[in-house]
């Protein structure tokens, strides 16, 4: 704006463009800059203490902010409210996630394939002081999977305890014992076999691997499970060669035969005792002499086997027709008891492998919940048992089905082998082919073996040693890295068809 002077004229004079433009020049002028319209504010800056009216907030103090710095292991000591990110309510109700007091599923195939949660195998360890419920637990959970399509298979019942789930589902288990007629041949073919002499050279030679796999891993679980003094009997390459061509001898698989013949563990240690040329010639021994030498050990161990603990129960072909189509199936070994927990063990081994064999070449969809119940009892016997246990767990990836393993404690896995041991070490690879573990309560004196072997932090620590112990069925389920405190809840029925006192209010 200019200022005029009272005779109206400008008192500035004419500026240096206007003076120019009087001279025909024109100087370019600035643009006029056009302020763009305002936006309509959305947000307002509220006050530290909020609006000064009533009614919208307003704080007479500001809230203070204090900054603090811990590890995760003390931070629920301060915020003890806060839980594990839940999982997806599909599969079994067990029973009540104690932190979030909501219901707790459990789906380990269904986990698998939920990327939001940290397991990539379906396997469930359970462990836990005798007592406290794990038998229940699998049982509990076993029957509700049955809702989703699952069917059952209790591959050795040391206790019988799994006759009543039978009886539920109508289904009369088989019982295994010395006298009764139950047989079951750990070296069956299982479904493998099927259409064998319409099978092209490759895929025969595939199954046959798979197969001849399978058995050399048993033997070598019970070969080594045998003891001279306090050492295992060993397992060497030379063995294996010698196992390995047997078997291919006996069920013809060396000459090429279309039909493959069933053989059994007697049959094998008669030939290993009466080797014939070819079989001399083949695992390139000098004579019968240095076979029959060379081989003493391994023919001894196999010996004790078939006179002893396999006598009359693993010894001969199957007996039985397993309905794989049935809800549950059960062996019952409780007759085995007298004979003592390495007996009861080696059992347990013959129908881990035997039950492998036979869900080798599962139908798709036919999803089983295998139940290994007091497997610590295998476990004991050595480091090739430990390795049996584990192939026959491997397996589970492949066709879908769950299995659940039940031990005492984490460090029954390390009793095949002293600490650092090629055993112990096999051991605790075992423990991560399954994603899944639920700990039961432990006696303090385990705590630090639940930190060493599973790397529980002091608060799951407590928590297994602690709470748990309070209460049957009370377990830390442990799936992936996640921590879940969970009560199994039995239903009355089910209270009944898991209860294992008979004998204690029968004394009573
Ligand atoms: N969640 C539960 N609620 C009520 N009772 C339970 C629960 N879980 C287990 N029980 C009862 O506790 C008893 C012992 O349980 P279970 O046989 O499952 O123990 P376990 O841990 O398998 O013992 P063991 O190591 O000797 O085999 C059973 O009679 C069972 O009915
Ligand atoms: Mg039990």
């Not at 629920?76 to 309510?89: A, K, N, R």
């Not at 295994?176 to 041949?185: A, C, D, E, F, S």
């Not at 039950?355 to 476990?379: C, F, H, I, T, Y």
């Not at 405190?485 to 068809?497: G, I």
Request: net charge negative; with cysteine.
């Amino acid at each position: 704006m200019s200022a005029r002077t009272p005779a109206g004229r400008n008192a500035g004079g004419r500026n240096v463009s206007r003076l120019l433009a009087d001279f025909g020049h024109d100087l370019p002028s600035a643009p006029t800059s056009t302020a763009a319209a305002k936006e309509a504010r959305l947000f307002r800056h509220a006050p530290r203490r909020g609006p000064r009216w009533a009614g919208a907030g307003w704080s007479p103090a500001s809230a203070p902010v204090s900054s603090w710095r811990m590890t995760s292991d003390q931070t629920p000591v301060l915020w003890p409210f806060i839980s594990t990110p839940g999982l997806p309510p599909t599969g079994a109700q067990m029973g009540i996630d104690m932190l979030s007091g909501g219901a707790f599923y459990a789906d380990p195939n269904g986990w698998v394939l939920d990327d939001d949660v940290p397991v990539t195998n379906p396997n469930l360890f359970s462990f836990g002081k005798p007592g406290r419920g794990k038998s229940a637990t699998t049982k509990a959970f076993c029957l509700r999977m049955t809702d989703f399509g699952y069917r059952i298979l209790v591959l050795g019942d040391p206790k019988d305890e799994y006759e009543g789930l039978c009886k539920f589902f109508g289904v009369e288990p088989f019982a295994i014992g010395p006298g009764l007629p139950t047989r079951i041949n750990p070296l069956a073919f299982g479904p493998l076999l099927a259409g064998w002499d319409q099978l092209d050279a490759t895929e025969a030679q595939a199954r046959a691997a798979v197969v001849f796999g399978r058995w050399l891993t048993l033997v070598r679980g019970l070969v080594g499970s045998q003891r001279i003094g306090d050492q295992r009997v060993p397992f060497g390459p030379s063995d294996e060669v010698v196992v390995k061509t047997a078997l291919q001898k006996l069920t013809g698989y060396i000459l090429g035969q279309t039909q493959l013949t069933e053989t059994t563990i007697p049959q094998l240690w008669h030939l290993l005792n009466n080797p014939t040329d070819d079989l001399i010639e083949e695992c390139r021994y000098a004579g019968e002499r240095h076979f029959l030498d060379d081989t003493r050990l391994l023919r001894d161990a196999l010996g004790q086997l078939v006179s002893g603990a396999l006598a009359g129960l693993f010894d001969d072909h199957t007996t039985i027709d397993v309905d794989w189509a049935a809800p549950i199936q059960s062996l019952s070994l409780s007759r085995l008891e007298p004979l003592g927990d390495e007996a009861i063990g080696i059992a347990l081994t013959c129908l881990n492998s035997w039950g492998r064999g036979m869900r080798e070449m599962a139908a798709p969809g036919d999803l089983r919940v295998v139940v290994r119940d007091e497997s610590w009892k295998q476990l004991r016997l050595g480091p090739e048992a430990v390795k049996s246990f584990d192939a026959d767990l491997r397996l589970s990836r492949r066709d879908g089905d769950v299995q659940f393993a039940v031990a005492h404690k984490p460090s029954d896995l390390l009793s095949a082998g002293d600490t650092g041991s090629q055993a112990a070490t096999i051991a605790k690879d075992l423990l991560h082919l399954a994603d899944v573990k639920v700990l039961h309560g432990q006696d303090l004196g385990v705590a630090r073996e639940l930190e060493s072997m599973l790397g529980l932090g002091p608060m799951a620590q407590d928590l297994v040693t602690g709470w748990a112990m309070q209460g049957k069925g009370r377990a830390l389920w442990c799936v992936g890295e996640q921590h879940y405190k969970v009560q199994t809840v039995l239903h009355p029925v089910e209270l009944h068809l898991t209860f294992t006192n008979q004998a204690l209010t029968g004394a009573a």
